[in-house]
């Protein structure tokens, strides 16, 4: 299985709002978008393993021309809150790449 760091040419991860996150995944060329864009992998349940996110407020944007899949979600606290690591969410984007594709 391929993981995302091997299939993509760039990720990352930024604020979408006050209350979201974006992660976008820019794959390495047509082939492996087609192959991996729709991989059940990028699912909710993997949003919600790895940032806590709430499955259902989950959302996936795929951008064919670009090759390239947007995964947003709701951030678990609002940004600049009490709790918050990572105002920008810039650094968000790691836990990612290491994670198995499907086909």
């Known amino acids: 299985m391929a993981t995302i760091k ?3 040419r760039h990720v990352r991860s930024k604020n979408a709002g006050p209350f979201w ?5 820019f794959f390495d060329g047509p ?13 909710p349940e993997l ?7 709430d499955p259902r ?3 996936r944007y ?20 009490e709790v918050e690591r990572d105002m920008h969410c ?3 984007y790691v836990r990612l790449l290491d994670v198995e594709l499907d086909v």
């Open 21 to 25: 996150v974006t992660i976008d995944l």
């Open 90 to 92: 810039g650094q968000q």
């Open 47 to 53: 949003m919600q393993r790895l940032y806590g996110a």
């Open 6 to 8: 091997q299939v993509c």
């Open 57 to 59: 407020l989950v959302r």
């Open 31 to 43: 082939e492996n978008y087609r192959r991996y864009a729709d991989s059940s992998a990028l699912g």
């Open 62 to 81: 795929p951008v064919p021309k670009l090759h390239m899949v947007k995964i947003s979600y709701a951030r678990t606290s609002v940004q600049g809150g």
